[in-house]
């Protein structure tokens, strides 16, 4: 089932054109990551999937009753104001105790809920912000980097996380990252942003395309070659 489609998407703010021509389509089930350089377009890109832009020309289509989960790339709190983890769950809109249990729960931070949300590590707050986004059950979750500043192990934890939710939900994931070994890991699909979409495929198909490896230069090269361990161990491995 498809959730979504996008057509000819321009956007354009303060002027100047920012998304060129952008198509895209997502797949219930499917884990879709965008990558690209900074300031290529991708959270405008996700800030118009979400409805808070408007296109400058093309459509976006949902599917009819899509709910889509939303973790933005950050989230500012004022350290000073006490709040617990329970209490932001509630805000902007009020949900049951029971909702929010199973939020955190699927989430895997149910331990929290009372603490002070000041009081979390960077890895804990983010599960909290997922937790946050799994309110409604979507049927699309949007991460904007959702792992930025975690360190290697929190950013794996949250990852395995994330597919878990995908497997008891069975939504589809679109997400932005930079990081390119885990996003060939994870993703079923990638897409490279550079105002317009230069390629996208398969991880494997994306890794090994003149344009990725042309954006991401030796990086790309470590990304694919940590892929391909992952995936399918070299003959050399296997005879070790
Ligand atoms: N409200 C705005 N008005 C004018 N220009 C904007 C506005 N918001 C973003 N831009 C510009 O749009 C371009 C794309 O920004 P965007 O945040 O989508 O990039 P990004 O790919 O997500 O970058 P990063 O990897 O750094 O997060 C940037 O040049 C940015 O300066």
Request: glycine share 8%.
């Amino acid at each position: 089932m498809t959730l979504l489609t996008i057509e000819h998407l321009d956007v354009a703010l303060g002027g100047q054109r920012i998304l060129e021509e952008v198509h895209l389509t997502l797949e219930r089930g499917e884990i879709v990551t965008i990558v690209g350089p900074n300031g290529s377009g991708k959270t405008t890109l996700l800030r118009s999937i979400i409805g808070s832009l408007p296109p400058s020309r093309g459509s976006i289509s949902k599917a009819p009753g899509l709910t889509i989960g939303y973790v933005p790339q950050r989230l500012h709190l004022d350290a000073t104001l006490p709040m617990t983890v329970s209490r932001l769950m509630g805000l902007p809109r009020r949900h049951s105790a029971r909702e929010i249990e199973q939020a955190l729960a699927r989430a895997g931070v149910t331990e929290h809920a009372n603490r002070q949300v000041s009081d979390l590590s960077g890895g804990q707050f983010q599960r909290v912000l997922l937790a946050r986004a799994l309110l409604e059950s979507p049927g699309l979750l949007i991460l904007d980097e959702a792992t930025q500043g975690l360190d290697h192990r929190g950013t794996a934890d949250f990852y395995r996380q994330l597919e878990q939710v995908r497997q008891e939900l069975g939504c589809g994931v679109l997400m932005v990252s930079h990081e390119l070994h885990v996003v060939m890991r994870t993703s079923d699909r990638v897409i490279c942003l550079n105002r317009s979409i230069c390629c996208a495929g398969t991880p494997e198909r994306v890794a090994a395309s003149p344009e990725y490896r042309a954006m991401f230069g030796h990086d790309s090269q470590d990304a694919l070659a940590l892929y391909r361990h992952h995936h399918a161990p070299t003959p050399l491995e296997l005879s070790s």
